[in-house]
């Protein structure tokens, strides 16, 4: 993934946001969006195809331009724009799920299943994540890093979390002003 190490461990929706980084974007190829999908393969329905389409990053990047654009704006106490929630919708419906049910020799089982390519549904299977994260009343809790240099957001299971990671900005923004106040001296 470039040479851009993507924060993960926030919501998906925010995850996918998060790889656009203060120091470029971390899917700007195929591969990229190959080597992002296999670090979140485990809250992922579907395994990491062997190839990634230029189209298929073409569809999560648009979806990723989506969600960033609502999230402007409900964090600014704004109507997301209606395009953008639409957009959403209509890559949701590109690849709708079903619950497929079979019988596994003494129960009924039932596997979430999408229907298109890997791309289609990993997009789908995104914008549903930006679905559930939007709707959410926590949304509104949705914090931007205060590290000057930072654009990632998170949100915070602590009302005193400051940063996106504590090992990256956070130690970073401590060394900082442990250096100005010592510098005067």
């Not at 926030?10 to 999908?37: F, H, I, K, M, Y």
């Not at 395009?83 to 209509?90: G, I, P, S, V």
């Not at 400051?162 to 060394?175: F, I, P, T």
């Given at each position: 993934?470039?040479?851009?190490?993507?924060?993960t461990g926030e919501p998906l929706a925010l995850?996918?946001?998060?790889?656009?980084?203060?120091?470029?974007?971390?899917?700007?190829?195929?591969?990229?969006?190959?080597?992002?999908?296999?670090?979140?393969?485990?809250?992922?329905?579907?395994?990491?195809?062997?190839?990634?389409?230029?189209?298929?990053?073409?569809?999560?990047?648009?979806?990723?331009?989506?969600?960033?654009?609502?999230?402007?704006?409900?964090?600014?106490?704004?109507?997301?724009?209606?395009?953008?929630?639409?957009?959403?919708?209509?890559?949701?419906?590109?690849?709708?799920?079903?619950?497929?049910l079979a019988w596994d020799g003494s129960t009924?089982?039932?596997?979430?299943?999408?229907?298109?390519?890997?791309?289609?549904?990993?997009?789908?299977?995104?914008?549903?994540?930006?679905?559930?994260?939007?709707?959410?009343?926590?949304?509104?809790?949705?914090?931007?890093?205060?590290?000057?240099?930072?654009?990632?957001?998170?949100?915070?299971?602590?009302?005193?979390?400051?940063?996106?990671?504590?090992?990256?900005?956070?130690?970073?923004?401590?060394?900082?002003?442990?250096?100005?106040?010592?510098k005067a001296g």
């Amino acid at each position: 993934m470039s040479d851009l190490v993507p924060l993960t461990g926030e919501p998906l929706a925010l995850d996918l946001v998060n790889t656009r980084t203060s120091v470029g974007d971390a899917l700007t190829t195929p591969r990229d969006l190959r080597a992002w999908w296999a670090l979140q393969a485990d809250r992922l329905p579907d395994e990491v195809p062997q190839e990634v389409t230029a189209a298929d990053l073409t569809a999560v990047r648009a979806v990723r331009e989506h969600i960033a654009r609502a999230l402007d704006h409900l964090l600014l106490g704004d109507e997301p724009m209606a395009t953008d929630l639409e957009a959403l919708n209509q890559t949701q419906r590109a690849a709708p799920a079903i619950d497929e049910l079979a019988w596994d020799g003494s129960t009924v089982t039932a596997t979430r299943r999408r229907d298109g390519s890997p791309g289609r549904r990993l997009a789908a299977c995104l914008a549903e994540a930006a679905a559930e994260l939007l709707a959410d009343p926590a949304v509104t809790r949705i914090r931007k890093c205060e590290a000057d240099d930072c654009v990632m957001l998170f949100l915070p299971t602590h009302p005193r979390r400051r940063w996106c990671s504590a090992a990256r900005c956070g130690n970073r923004m401590r060394v900082a002003r442990h250096y100005q106040r010592h510098k005067a001296g």
